[in-house]
């Protein structure tokens, strides 16, 4: 075979690389072209000796979608019909596409009976079928099982057990139906060749295409991914890992099962042990173990060879193999007939790696993804590639979200090991990152740690989440501070409440370097700006203007403040997390006629915020500029000074009181703190936390970017149609908002309040209407001005009426909670503009 020219490559056959090409077939393409290095039918990846568990639901929105469309990709795929001459992958012949036999998450101890309770409710948040069973139901689902021995489980009847092989095989296959896409083995590609910024052709190893034209190429090379990727400064920032699969002897208690006599190789449902890290699946009459109870396996990329399978370590598996012989006894006196280590890819943050590479038009990424989410990821990347954005919010999952620091290979290195280690544990929902910790530090980092300050991760930067200084202030608003306990009160302080009084009372000082600067500059700087943002931004020199950036379809890409700091001179505040994919996003659209200029400040500037009903006197003592109301209003921005230092001043609050943000350069940023800290001492000031800030902003009914407001959602649903334009002119989603406006709501965010002692929320907790779940907590947060508990989420219109009465389940426990109006605090704007 010979083929010279293409629209589009897939690198890679595996199960993405297959799901990529079934769904860009469905979507219409044609001229498609995939290549894999080995052989299509016994990939050279993950996906031939992957044990094949679908595990349909997670803590995580994002992978839980992915997870949940594949399960029903999988089921309804006409089977495959292997040539049995030929077996695939390490585990034999008659081996049926995909099982639907469900999926067991097994707990020994009380901390992951907690987990699977949390998880449970994330199953009715998510709208997914599952059930918490006692010792005696869990093994009379898995008769194997020693119920002495467990403390319960959960069970997802929509988990299964999918052979990666066949299955990609059959995706292959009706990918191929009327000649759509081609499928071509035993062609590694070497090079990928970009001319003017856009791709251009692959070369290869075959000599009989050793290069071929294209339009596009998609890399779906997983653990392989980082070299080609490295070739074209691409960052692929995942590890390929070790993990242990081994195979018992045959079983007494499944005789029955005989693979000689029995077409039906598992009936019983996978079995995860989170307490030991391994899980279990039937095999016929025997049984395979996958063990990740073992010191972390890294290998690089450039050191894998040809195949994603390594020898077995047998000492690996003896912790594992000991424990697994006491839950499930039929185990005890057999032996590991066979095993190996097979290599997994893991991304530094567990997502996968998807999207189009900024600088290299036509280089597209679906990497870092595993069998149970690949269904799902090829879903999604052919959706992006064909309409420009996808159906689920992939925010998570962008080719730029990492910033530099998680490109270094000491990163790499430390987070993979980590992430390996902590593979099953989704952890607290207000923990840190557990490891590397101090990869970026504030500033402001010198007079934080003089206040004995408790820090959290953003971004790899340390910020302030409370100060053990303040302790000062629990008894001032003691009695106005309810106490927690449990999981509830992990990651938690008191003095976070007493910080948010403070602030509403009397002036705190903030440390935002938590905030990005996107800088547009030049002639054509204003209809850039108008182009890119919902609100009218048109406004004259130093107006401050709240907006958003929105998708094609209408979602909300990000809010922001945007500030004017001259005619052809914009401003943009941005969230340091989403940094790069959103400096990205901004480069991609800007005109190609160098009308504007786009600069990242971001890294040259730090930044504090001072709010609270003393903050204008305060701020008066540390500058000579007027900032009384009639000089400096609400919502303007002005250059001032503080002590010696020249710095940007917003008059904006997202603390919802009297104040300003102030954005200086880092080399003067230490002497701006210290000339406000000294100019609020007569008013004893304190340095609060990111934990305030969250209470204050969700009173204030500001909405979290990621929480409350992203693609998924539009901004008539999310209470911020106010900041769409439609007569403005043309900007990114208006066609889309014109016509969403003429419809009526299905759904909104809402806010409810409750004052019942059991209330308690982080975020995707149920909220049920007469025993229904009608939605899931958006954000949630203690009012410790309002003596309230306060939850947001998105109701259908029937429940999103004031004086609607709901339950939210927290834990298993159901607590009431009452739609109400909002803001919950300062409605009339009184403080803000004071």
């Not at 079995?271 to 030991?276: K, L, P, V, Y």
């Not at 207000?430 to 490891?435: A, F, I």
Request: contains cysteine; proline residues 6%; charged residues 20%.
């Amino acid at each position: 075979m010979t083929i010279n020219k293409v629209r589009l490559i897939i690198v890679g056959a595996g199960i993405v690389g297959a799901s990529a090409a079934y769904h860009l077939a469905q979507l219409g393409w044609r001229d498609v072209l995939v290549l894999d290095k080995g052989d299509l039918a016994n990939n050279d990846g993950s996906t031939s000796h992957a044990p094949g568990g679908v595990v349909a639901l997670s803590h995580s929105k994002l992978m839980t979608q992915l997870a949940q469309y594949g399960t029903k990709l999988y089921a309804g795929l006409e089977p495959y019909t292997p040539d049995l001459a030929r077996p695939m992958g390490p585990y034999g012949p008659n081996r049926n596409t995909y099982h639907a036999v469900g999926g067991l998450d097994v707990a020994l101890g009380a901390e992951k009976w907690l987990e699977l309770t949390r998880l449970e409710g994330k199953g009715k948040a998510f709208g997914v079928e599952a059930y918490l069973l006692s010792p005696q139901e869990t093994q009379a689902k898995l008769p194997l099982i020693n119920e002495k021995a467990i403390r319960g489980s959960i069970f997802v009847p929509s988990s299964g057990l999918a052979s990666g092989a066949y299955l990609a095989s059959a995706l292959m296959r009706d990918a191929g139906r009327n000649g759509a896409v081609q499928f071509v083995g035993d062609t590694a590609v070497t090079e990928i060749e970009v001319q003017d910024g856009r791709v251009v052709a692959v070369q290869t190893e075959n000599p009989a295409m050793p290069r071929i034209a294209c339009e596009a190429v998609l890399l779906c090379t997983n653990v392989w991914g980082p070299i080609l990727g490295d070739k074209l400064g691409v960052a692929v920032p995942l590890m390929p890992c070790e993990h242990q699969y081994a195979f018992t002897e045959p079983l007494a208690e499944l005789a029955q099962f005989d693979p000689n006599k029995r077409a039906d190789e598992v009936i019983y449902p996978t079995a995860r042990i989170q307490d030991i890290v391994t899980y279990f699946r039937q095999h016929w009459n025997s049984y395979g173990i996958g063990n990740y109870w073992h010191k972390p396996l890294l290998v690089s990329p450039y050191q894998l060879g040809k195949t994603a399978m390594k020898p077995f370590t047998p000492e690996d598996l003896t912790q594992s193999w000991e424990r697994a012989q006491e839950i499930f006894p039929a185990f005890q006196g057999k032996q590991i007939t066979r095993a190996f280590n097979g290599i997994f890819a893991f991304p530094v943050d567990g997502y996968p790696i998807m999207g189009e590479a900024h600088r290299i038009k036509g280089l597209w990424t679906a990497l870092g993804s595993w069998l149970t989410h690949a269904g799902g990821v090829g879903k999604s990347i052919a959706e992006w590639m064909t309409h420009g954005e996808t159906e689920w919010d992939m925010r998570q999952a962008h080719l730029h979200r990492f910033h530099d620091f998680q490109n270094t290979p000491s990163y790499l290195l430390d987070v993979s090991g980590k992430n390996y280690r902590e593979v099953w544990d989704p952890g607290h929902p207000r923990q840190p990152l557990t490891e590397p910790r101090n990869v970026r530090v504030s500033a402001f980092a010198p007079c934080l740690d003089a206040l004995q300050t408790v820090y959290t991760t953003f971004a790899g930067l340390e910020l302030p989440n409370w100060s053990e200084a303040n302790a000062r202030l629990l008894e001032k608003y003691d009695d106005r501070i309810p106490a927690r306990s449990g999981f509830a009160a992990e990651y938690w302080s008191r003095i976070q409440g007493a910080e948010h009084l403070e602030t509403r009372e009397n002036v705190a000082l903030f440390d935002l370097t938590g905030l990005s600067i996107i800088e547009v500059k030049g002639k054509g700087a204003v209809a850039f700006i108008n182009y890119l943002c919902s609100n009218q931004m048109d406004k004259p020199v130093g107006s401050i203007v709240y907006t958003c950036w929105l998708t094609p379809k209408g979602g909300i890409r990000r809010d922001l403040a945007v500030a004017r700091l001259a005619d052809d001179q914009f401003w943009m505040f941005v969230g340091e997390g989403t940094r790069p994919q959103d400096l990205v996003w901004v480069q991609d659209l800007a005109p190609a006629d160098g009308s504007v200029i786009i600069t990242d400040l971001s890294d040259h500037y730090s930044a504090l915020g001072l709010w609270g009903p003393n903050a204008r006197q305060v701020l008066a003592r540390a500058t000579h500029t007027d900032v009384s109301n009639a000089a400096f209003p609400y919502f303007s921005c002005q250059w001032i000074d503080i002590g010696y230092a020249r710095v940007l001043a917003l008059r904006v609050s997202y603390v919802g009181e009297l104040g300003w943000e102030f954005h200086m350069p880092n080399d003067v940023a230490l002497p701006v703190w210290d000339t406000l800290w000294a100019a609020g001492q007569d008013f004893e000031i304190a340095a609060a936390g990111m934990g305030a800030f969250d209470s204050l902003r969700l009173e204030k009914g500001y909405r979290l970017w990621g929480g409350d407001i992203y693609t998924e959602y539009n901004p008539y649903q999310a209470g911020m149609g106010w900041t769409v334009r439609l007569n403005k002119g043309d900007f990114v989603g208006r066609d889309a908002c014109r016509a969403l406006k003429a419809q009526p709501l299905k759904k909104k965010l809402v806010c409810l309040v409750s004052t019942d002692p059991k209330a308690m929320a982080f975020g995707y907790e149920p909220i049920f209407s007469n025993g229904e779940a009608v939605g899931h907590v958006t954000s949630a947060n203690y009012g410790y001005s309002i003596g309230q508990f306060m939850v947001y989420g998105y109701l259908p219109i029937d429940y999103a009426m004031p004086g609607t009465v709901l339950e939210v389940e927290y834990l298993g426990d159901r607590w009431s909670a009452t739609v109400s109006e909002e803001p919950l605090w300062d409605a009339k704007m009184v403080r803000l503009k004071a």
